[in-house]
Each structure stands twice: as C-alpha cells, then as structure tokens.
C-alpha cells in the first residue's frame, strides 16, 4: 500500500491542462522528491494533495483510501500536512503559542468525574508541556516558550513542520523548504527529515535544487509540462541524468567564465559609507561601502533580510539614504529618482518581479516599455509611437526568447521564467553602464536561469559594471569576481569569486567571522 | 478572439444594469396602471429621434461628459476625485461672478475669459486634496467627499451676501452678461460648449489611449510599486491628474451656466448633481471615453425623455429618478463586485457548502 497514489490525476484551467494525467506513487516512510521546471505544474499538483485546488479529473489515493479533498482541513484530517515556503507564524507569540493555534487547550473545571466544564481560559502550562514532548520526540532543536520573532529561520521552520506533527500528520509536503536558509541550516534540515523518516513519517519534497534531492531523497519523480516525465529510484540516476530530464535536454549547471584581470579597470560604480533606516526609525543598512570597477561583478550574498533588499532599494532609488555616498563613475547619484538613475545609465532587474519589475494587468508590450517610455524613440511629445513599441518588443522577444502564447496579451500569461526574461530584456538591453540585478532567477526554471546567467556574463565581458544580489549562494560563487557578504544590515567579509567556498561564506551569512 | 470576447464582455456588464433598470422601471410603471412601452417609446422617440429632442439632449450631455471624463481619468489612476461635484459648482459660481462684473469685453474674449476661471477655479480646488494626497498620504476619497459641503457653504454664503440679485425673489446672483452667454446655434437648444465639450473628449481619448500620461495613468492605477521603480513620479503625476480632473470639472461646471442657467442658483447643479451624475456615468462607460460618450448621452436623454412623459403619458416625471436610482444600484453592485470579488467569493461559498459531505 502507498502513502499517496495518484491515478490519471487532471487539472485544467479552461484550455490549460496544468496536470495531465499524472499517475505517481508515493510510498510509505521514504522520502519522494518531485523536481521540475518552474511552471511545470508542480505545485498545482501538490495543491491537490493538501486539498488547496479539486481536480478536474481523476482519482487521490491516501493509504489506500479514495478522497476527495474540499479544503486543506480536510487533507490534514487524512494525515497530509504542508510545510509552506513562506513561514505562516505569529511573530509576537510563543513557539507552544504558534503551535497550538486554533486548537488550544482550555482549562477544565471538573465538577463530577463525568461532567467537566470547559472554561475560556487556555491552559498555558500544559500546552507547553506537551509542545516540549513532541520537540524532544523527534529531537528538534527548539525550545517551547521562545518568542518566534527571536528564533532564526532554520528554527521557525521547524516550528512551522512541528505544527503538522502536532497535528498527527504522517505524510509531509514541503514546499522549496531550503530556499531561505544558510548552508549550515540546510544540512539540520536534512538531518530533520531523515529523523523524520526513521520515526515512520512519509515525505514529499517539492525542490529544484538537486543536491539536496540526491543527498536525502529514495524517489525521484520529474515533471515537466504537467507530465510526469521520469520516476527514479535516486541511488539509480545522477543530477546530470535529472536535469536532463527537467529541461529535456543537456544542461550546463556551472556555466564557465573565463577570469580575466580588472585591476586596471576604471571604477564605474562606487559606494560609500551608506546607511539608512526604515521607516520604524531602525538602521537597517550601516556604513555600506564597496566598488565596482567596469566588467566586474560584485555578488553580494547574505541570509535574506540581512538588508539587502533595503541596499537594492537605496540604490534603485526607491529609499531614501540617511547617511554616505553612491557615485556612477565622477557623478553623484546619491538619492536620485528611479527615472534620473535609468537616464544616468543604470539598468536595474528590482528583487521582486510582479511587485517592482512588473505590471500583471497590463501588456508586454506594456512592460517592455516601462521605464524606458520616455525616450525619444518610443515617445514624441507625450504620444507613444504604438509601432515603434511594437516593433522594439518583437525584436526583445525574439533576441531573449521569451515564450508568449499572444503577443497583445497581458504579462500575467507568463510563467515566471519568461516574465523575468521581461525585465532583463528591458533593462540589459537599454545599454546601461552599470547594472543592478537583484535575484534575477528566484522561481525561475532551470533553462531560463542558464539563458540569463549567460547574459549577465556577456554584459561583463561588454566591460559593464555589475551588482549582482542574491540569497541563491549557488548563483553568487558561480558569477562572480568577488563577494561581499552581509550579516545584519553590514558588509561582515568579503571573498575572492574563485576561491569562494561555501563553508566560508556560509560562516559568514550566520554571523560568524572567520577565525 | 480573446479580444473579442472581452468587448463583448464589457458590453454585457453595460447593457446588463441598463436593461435591467428599465425592466424594473417598466414593472413600476406598469403596477402604477400605466403602458410602460408606451412611456418607454415617448421617452425614446422625443429625447432621440426628434431633431429638436435630439440636439436638447445633445445640450444636456455636454456637462455630463466633461464630468465623466473628469472621473474617469482619477479612477484609472485608482485615486478617488469624489469632489467633481464640489469642483464643478464652484467652477460654475466664479465663471458667473466673472460673467456679471466684468462688462463691455467682446463675447470672444469674455466666454473665454469666464471659462478660463471656471477651469483655474476647479483646479486650484482639486490642488487641495491633490498635495494632500501626494505628500501627506491623505485618503483624498475622504477629502474631496467633505470639500463638497466645504463648497456648498460658500456658495450659500457668497450668493446669500455679496453676489446676491435682490430683483431675484429667491437666493441667485445675478445674471451673466449677455457677452459670456453660450449663444444658441440656429435658435435650436445646441451651443457652442457642446462642441467645447466634444474637443475635450478627443483631447481626452488621444490622453487615455496614445499618451504617456495616459500609459502612466494606467500604470498607476494598476500597480503604484511598479510605476514608481519605473522612474514615473507617482505623487507628482497624482498631483497632474487631479489637476486634469478638477479642470475638466471646472469647465463642466462654468460651462452648464453660460449655456443653461446664466444664474448661479442653489439648486444649480439640480439633484444628484453634475459630478454624481458624471461618477454613475464613468462608471456606466467602464472608465473609457468612448463608454462615457454614449453613457453621458443615454444619461441625458433619460433627463430630457422625462419631460416629455409628463406630457404624453400619466406617469410622474419622476420615474426617471427612480430609473436612475436603480441603475446606480445595480452599477454599485458591479464596481462592487471588481473590487472585492464579491461573485466569486459567493460562488467558492457555494461550493464549500456543496462539499462538505467528503470524509464519510
């Protein structure tokens, strides 16, 4: 008997088949890794196993029993729990408190042996006592009455998986769980799911980062265009062998460049001494300084939320600096609008793609434009030129080969590769002097992450100046000449790109200097 | 074809309320005893396919779609001028104050020189809420809302006080100049703001659909954060397109009163009042100036239509306000509807409940 069976699972939405015909199987206490492209329809399937979306057609075997699920209470009434990307916790609460939320235990008055009335008061002692059981049961690292909003992230994670297991979950899907954490914090991870596996749990690990499914995983199971295209055991394949079939061809995971020397290159962008608050009034960048000399790049790695999408917005301009200096070449910059920044010759690809970089409801020829809509080839006297557009965005399309089914149509049609492809067309090829890349393949398939890596490399040997951020270490080692690392809103080491290692920067990422 | 299907889409949500409306306002007419094909055809045939009907209603749009536009053009920003009302009445009152107390001027330059202040007025009104909003984050829904009685009130006390005719017997200033009066074309009901009106509109169509004002507009209203790191320079352009607005409604305002009243009254605007009038027709356009043409003439052929029902039929005149009420129901229930999704969240109610019975 499986812990999950799928049969000729469908889902459509209209003309799109989402999931067509999947037939998997899941096993009981093995941990199954599903891997696939972004859009390849993985999380539509696994919405249908927490009962999130109902297929259109097909049947959902949940240890052997047929379910229809309507929502997601239902699914964790079956057994199945999900562990989310992004954490859904109460900063201000206790672990126990975060826990047992929603169904908290009540002090009970007992008036005979039978009836006992149940009072609205919540039984704090005995909440955390039983929180502090299951902790020690599966030999977490936690500790029950900590406020969450002072655990790491490694740690709130694991709050977030002891929520399900309080909840009798046997079978646990986790959803890019790796995404935000340190090196070191992904290795305890790992170290949890074997744990996790050995007390008789079932595992589905949706990733696509495929060290971490060669190293704990027993089953692989590749989708691609809501097909499953291949079902290994993982002792029998290799990560070449699944990235091939991911992407169903040959793929470069390290793309190679060439070192070359800069030290005689002029420095296009500097930075100095930079720090500003938020809007609380705390200092979220301090004493920030570093430069970029032309056909450099500069990775800056760090653990999220260690400032710099605070940095990424003072130099877009889209935060106000309190203290230091940027300089594009000889010229001031510090504190321009977006607009004079774009005029000055800085191309920016913004962290977050449909927040910042992207507008959904409108068109691509739209998007493609903005930004860059007030230049004269596109706008005279405050009319847009609709051919021009037209023309230009044809031409974008074809040269970053970005994949839309109509070409009129709106960018929310895209799946996140090819609307990232947007961005970076637009901004590598206004012909910028220095460039901003700010997660540039966060959620983006395999194949779209070659294609940009390899633009951002031609834009170096062009002898551009390029700041390249990124919590995917992966990304940062593989382009970069050199990289700054941030702790807590301040630049804690910097590393040569070739003799990064990623022990060293991981060190770093957590707080820790080198000694 | 998609293409296609979103026109006919946005045609339905238009005809929907409108024949829903009259349907309704048919059932009324016929629970009073009347015809209400009968009603319907007079009403028809008198405001639309009669040449004096017809250009009486063509009259009456004119401000209708001004105040149209001036909505429309904040909503797509996503910011909420609710003070087109107010913008517009005073446009008005100091386009009239212009209109008595400057004498002897040509009526070239003194129909001009009086629109002009209606437009400045309007703007410098709309300039409040605008800085409010753009530099202080103030809710201008709330703002402009409230300046309305803020207007009401000085009207009341300037047409009470200074500007007061005291050969009229009831509170209005006095009469334009016959030099700022909008002359009738030919003796029918048409003028020359009609065509003002007009011009505006296709200023107004090239903005929304081929400018960059109008793409920012559209980028604004759809995504602030985009369009700010895009470089467009959000609080200034929502100081730009308020000042459009409170222009458009400045000129709607000066422009009813040199073509219709010649007199500020207090019950100049009429009831609900040109900027509501204009906000059920932005709405009834879908934010579109093509839309807010035909809504603002449909609109006003409604008004027109009514007087002639009095006429030929039994039924009150005032079946059209009731027409109009229901209409504005059913309109709010669609603006409602875009932005809470309120079909969609009944409809995800009524699955849940229709599937509750899984686990047994």
Known sequence: ?515 | MKKNNTLLKNIFNVLFPVISALILGGIIIAAIGENPFLTYSVMIKKSLFSLDGLLKTLHFAAPLILTGLAIAITFKANIFNMGVEGQAVLGAFFAGVVGFTVKGLPPVLHITLCVLTGIVVGMLFALIPALLKAYFNVNEMVVTLMLNYVVVEIVKFLSQGVFKDPASGYVSTYPIAESAMFKKIFGSNLTVFFFIALIVFGIMYIVFNKSKLGYEVKAIGKNPEFSEATGMNVSKKIIIIMLISGAISGLAGAGFLMSEKYRFTLDFSGSPGLGWDGMLIALLGSHNPVGILVAAVFYAALKTGSDYIGVFTNVPKDIVGVIQGILILLLSVKFFNEKFYLFEKVKLLWKKSSSTDFNK
Request: with cysteine; net charge neutral.
């Open chain 1, 1 to 515: 008997m499986y812990a999950i069976e799928a049969v000729n699972l469908t889902k459509k939405y209209g003309d799109f088949v989402a999931n067509d015909n999947i037939n998997l199987t899941i096993g009981k206490g093995e941990i199954t890794a599903i891997v696939g492209e972004n859009g390849a329809g993985k999380t539509t399937l696994m919405n249908m196993f927490f009962g999130l979306q109902r297929p259109t057609s097909g049947e959902l075997l949940v240890n052997g029993k047929k379910v229809s699920f309507g929502s997601s209470l239902d699914a964790i009434n079956c057994g199945l729990g999900m562990v989310h990307q992004h954490f859904k916790l109460v900063p201000s609460l206790t672990v126990f408190e975060n826990i047992l939320l929603g169904v908290e235990k009540n002090k009970k008055i007992n008036i005979s042996q039978k009836i006992k009335l149940k009072t609205p008061i919540i039984n704090k002692n005995f909440e955390k006592k039983e929180v502090q059981k299951i902790i020690e049961d599966y030999k977490f690292e936690l500790k029950a009455d900590d406020i969450v909003e002072n655990i790491s992230i490694g740690a709130k994670q694991r709050v977030e998986i002891l929520k399900m297991l309080y909840r009798n979950v046997d079978i646990l899907i986790f959803d890019e769980p790796t995404a935000v954490l340190t090196p070191q914090e992904v290795d305890e991870l790992l170290l949890s799911f074997k744990e996790l596996k050995n007390q008789g749990k079932t595992i589905i690990l949706i990733t696509h980062k495929l060290r971490e499914v060669m190293e704990v995983s027993d089953k692989v199971i590749v989708i691609k265009r809501g097909k499953v295209v291949g079902s290994k055991a993982t002792k029998d394949t290799s990560s070449a062998e699944i990235a091939k079939m991911m992407v169903g061809r040959e793929v470069i995971l390290n793309v190679s460049k060439e070192d070359k020397d800069v030290s005689g290159n002029k420095v296009a962008y500097s930075v100095s001494k930079l720090s500003t608050r938020d809007n609380f009034g705390k200092k979220v960048i301090e004493d920030i300084s570093f430069e970029i000399k032309e056909g450099e790049i500069l990775g800056v790695a760090g653990v999220e939320g260690n400032g710099q999408s605070e940095l990424v917005r003072v130099l877009s301009g889209l935060m106000e600096s309190t203290e230091g200096s940027v300089r594009l070449y000889d010229k001031d910059i510090t504190n321009k609008w977006p607009s004079s920044l774009r005029s000055a010759g800085i191309g920016i690809v913004p962290e977050d793609r449909y927040a910042q970089g992207l507008c959904k409801d409108m068109t691509i020829f739209e998007n493609i434009i903005a930004g860059y809509h007030g230049n004269k080839k596109v706008c005279r006297n405050g009319i847009l030129l609709k051919n021009e557009i037209e023309n230009t965005s044809n031409k974008l399309i074809e040269k970053y080969d970005i994949r839309v089914a109509e070409k009129n149509g709106n960018v929310s049609q895209l799946s996140g590769g090819n609307a990232q492809k947007i961005i970076v067309a637009r901004e590598f090829d206004s012909d910028p002097k220095v460039l901003i890349v700010s997660q540039p393949t966060r959620g983006v398939d395999i194949g779209s992450i070659e294609f940009i890596h390899n633009k951002i490399l031609e834009l170096r040997s062009e002898n551009k100046a390029i700041l390249l951020v990124s919590s995917e270490l992966s990304e940062i080692m593989n382009l970069s000449d050199r990289i700054i690392v941030m702790y807590k809103g301040r630049i804690v080491g910097e590393v040569e790109g070739r003799k990064a290692d990623s022990t060293e920067i991981g060190l770093l990422m957590a707080g820790l200097s080198l000694e």
